[in-house]
Structures are given as C-alpha cells and as structure tokens.
C-alpha cells in the first residue's frame, strides 16, 4: 500500500523496472496477449462444447493408435507436438506441461497460475476472485471452478493431480494419453479373453 492506496503489483512492469525493482519475466501482464487472454475466457464459458469436442478428439487419436504405432510414437512426436503447442496455446494460453488436465480444471489449464498450483488455489486469491501475484487477472483456479460445473465430468476437478514432471515438458499429452489408452484397452481385452 501507498498513501493508503493499493500499490502496482505486477501491473505495472514497465513503471517498476525504470525503479530498478525486480519484475519475474514469467508473470508479467505484458507476457500475456490481451486476444490470447480473452481467448482463454472464452474457453473457460465454453467449457461444455470444448470437453464433447475434445471426447470425440480423444476417440478419433485412438482409433489412430495403430498408425501411430506403426510410424513410431518418436517419430510423430515433433509433429504432433507442434500441432498441439499452437492448438492449445491459442485456446488455453497452454505452458506444454506434457501432463495436462484441462479436461479436469474447466478448461483452465493450471500451469497458467504464476505459482503453477496444480491442485487449487493458493491461500492469496483477492475478495473480486483475482490472483495475488498478477492482480489484474482473474485467480485461474476461480475460472477452473466455473467452467467445471459446466462440464459434464466437473467433479473430475475434485481429483487430486500428481506433481508436475518436468522431464515431459515440450512433449505432446495427445500421444501419451492415446497410448495409455490403447494400453488399458489391451489389457482390458487380454483379460476378458483369459
């Protein structure tokens, strides 16, 4: 505070940078494109249509599982993974994490928190639901909660999610998830015929 006013923050890098103050490149307002921003608002309200299209998305990669297979899930990772940085970067602001879970946050994707919480918010949201670290944008763990209860599976948000593994970032969640699920299904089928 400041003569009994709310102080900057993060709003105003520039302004605190001429100070000599230290401004997280990673958090600042100016990292985010004000239309790649609304963009991500508009993914969160939409969350519904989003969660149905990417089921469908989901079945169709599988259904591409044996080609996939046949190339060589090594050999279609760059492709794929450029496809889905630019995909999911325009719709969900998306860090490459390789372990997402926008199909469980309301198509918030958590690794846009300044703190990266990947299980909720942190003790600091503001009272108008905003983020304490960069107080112009709304908490992303605030919108997470709204777009789940549109979704169909929105308790899925009440799942407890591992830590991040650093060592899948840049890699493509699309070809993981598809060979998870080829897998389960495998065994599910090995199974039911023993």
């Known amino acids: 505070m400041v003569d009994g006013k709310p102080g900057p923050g993060n709003a105003a890098p520039a302004k605190k940078a001429a100070t000599g103050a230290f401004t997280p490149a990673g958090v600042s307002p100016n990292r985010r494109a004000?239309?790649?921003?609304t963009i991500r608002l508009w993914s969160v309200r939409h969350s519904r249509f989003l969660e149905?299209?990417?089921n469908r998305f989901a079945s169709a990669f599988l259904v591409l599982h044996p080609l996939w297979k046949k190339l060589g899930y090594n050999r279609v990772e760059k492709p794929v993974t450029f496809v889905e940085r630019n995909v999911k970067g325009l719709l969900f602001d998306?860090?490459?994490c390789g372990q997402c879970v926008l199909s469980s946050t309301g198509m918030s994707c958590p690794m846009n928190c300044p703190k990266q919480l990947r299980n909720g918010p942190c003790g600091g949201v503001r009272a108008n639901g905003h983020c304490e670290v960069e107080p112009d944008m709304p908490c992303v763990w605030v919108q997470a909660w709204a777009?789940?209860?549109?979704?169909?599976?929105?308790?899925?948000?009440?799942?407890?999610?591992k830590p991040v593994n650093q060592s899948l970032r840049e890699t493509s969640s699309w070809l993981r998830v598809t060979a998870e699920a080829a897998a389960a299904r495998d065994t599910l089928s090995k199974d039911a015929k023993a």
């Not at 004000?34 to 921003?37: A, L």
């Not at 777009?147 to 009440?158: E, F, P, V, Y």
């Open 34 to 37: 004000r239309r790649s921003y």
């Open 52 to 54: 149905w299209f990417y």
């Open 147 to 161: 777009g789940s209860r549109n979704m169909t599976n929105g308790d899925a948000i009440l799942k407890v999610q």
């Open 94 to 96: 998306c860090r490459m």
